[in-house]
Structure formats: C-alpha cells, structure tokens
C-alpha cells in the first residue's frame, strides 16, 4: 500500500465535525482487526463495524480540538517512518480492548477476570484447602469427563481455563475457542457448532505429555486452541495470561 504524506491522507480520507464531544458508538466494534490493503477498504470495514465512526465515507473526527491531535500525531508518525527502511508490523487487534469488567457483556454465572491480579483475588476468596479444585498445576486424562471450565497453571505459570464440550466434538471446540480469541466470551460446554465455512481461523492441537502438560501435537498451527484427548475427544483450550 503506498504510503501518502500526513496532510494527504488527511484531505483524502478525514472530515471534521462540531460536536462538543464524542459521540462515537463503538459497542459492536471487534478487538480482531481486519486484513485490508488500503485506506477505502478499512473505512467500509469500519462503517460496518461502527458507523458513527464514518461519515460519507471518511473517517469522521468529531471536533476541530481532535482533528488537530489527530493531525499532529500522523505528523509524529510520517516523521518517524519517513525515508527509513523499517518493516512497520501491521497489528491485528486492537491492544488493551478490555480493560474493565463493564467492557464485557454479562451472562448468568460468570465471572469476569480483566487481568491476573484480579483472577488471584477471587482465589483469596475460596477456601485454601480448596484451591487445588480452581487452579490445577497439572492435566488427567479423565478431565474430559468434566463439564464445568477449570483452571490449570502451565510451568511458565500461563493460566488456561480448558472447556469440555458435549459429545467432545473437535469443531464446538474450535467454535468456543474462535470465540474466545474474537470477543472474549466463553459459550460454554453446549455451544451451538460454527459452520466450517466461518472458523477461517488457524488452530494448533495441543494434548498432553508423560509429565501431564500440554504439548503440541501434529501440524496444525494458528491462534486458536484446542485439546485432544483423544481420537474424536478435544476440548478448548481457553489463555486467561500470556
């Protein structure tokens, strides 16, 4: 994609308006950016996504105040690129999209953990004795037998909630795992199956070694993951930390 000059793309692609504040709705606005290469083709993304955003087809800045912030940062970023070789790396999600609990939708007997400190405050709150039952520091193979998520520690202290599902079925695995990794939410163990056609996302097959830890298995590879415990047995793989 050929790169214009600030004042350029600002003419070409951005128009002011006089609202006092912002009045942009972001609310159906995924985390998961789109693969696009040109300017036209992320604005009729975005229309879709929040179309308080665009406006005949630009991007619309609510006030002059804005607009100058937004101008001067381009300014600071065609500076900054400008006649050097760096391989710029295009993002593919939008960083710290959730930050606070309110950012997620609310379902009946779930908890929401923004970060690990707040996934280690509500460990406080269970019994200590119990706390083997919350967080497991290693995997059974008879864990597919369970129906509720439970929580295992990897030996990089990763935290990962695993999801049974019913029948154990690969693709509702995968279905709960492409949620997870788009909007954050956990289906749960009867999720409705995604049709092949829509999981375009890769995945990598993860099951366990002699010392029960994940390890990955076969070929596959994506950001998506799944457990096999067996032929036609699997489970989601769901990262609570990196």
């Known amino acids: 994609m050929a790169q214009l000059p600030a004042l350029e793309f600002v003419k070409q692609y951005l128009t002011v308006g006089q609202d006092p504040k912002s009045n942009y709705d972001l609310s159906l606005l995924k985390p998961v950016l789109p693969r696009v290469t040109s300017p036209k083709q992320a604005l ?3 229309a879709l996504q ?6 005949d087809g630009k991007f619309y800045i609510y006030n002059q105040e804005f607009y100058q912030k937004i101008l001067y940062f381009l300014y600071q970023l065609s500076r900054e690129i400008t006649g050097q070789e760096t391989k710029m790396i295009i993002p593919d999600r939008i960083a710290d999209w959730y930050r606070y609990s309110d950012d997620f939708k609310g379902f009946p007997s779930n908890t929401v ?3 690990l400190q707040s996934f280690e405050e509500w460990l406080d709150y269970q019994d200590q004795t119990e706390r083997s039952v919350y967080l497991s520091q290693r995997l059974e193979w008879n864990d597919n037998h369970r129906q509720q998520p439970f929580f295992y520690m990897s ?3 990763q935290i ?12 509702r695995a995968l279905t709960i795992s492409h949620s997870w990794y788009t909007s954050g939410i956990n289906p749960g163990f009867y999720a409705p199956l995604m049709e092949e056609a829509d999981l375009k996302l890769g995945y990598t097959i993860y099951t366990l070694d002699i010392n029960h ?5 076969g070929r596959h590879q994506g950001p998506l993951s799944i457990l096999r415990y067996a032929p036609n047995n699997y489970a989601a793989i769901l990262p609570l930390t990196d």
């Open 113 to 115: 953990f923004v970060d």
């Open 160 to 171: 990962i909630m695993i999801v049974n599902v019913a029948n154990a079925d690969r693709r």
């Open 44 to 46: 009729d993304w975005l």
């Open 155 to 157: 030996p990089s202290n």
């Open 50 to 55: 929040a179309p308080s955003v665009v406006r």
């Open 213 to 217: 830890h994940l390890t990955k298995y």
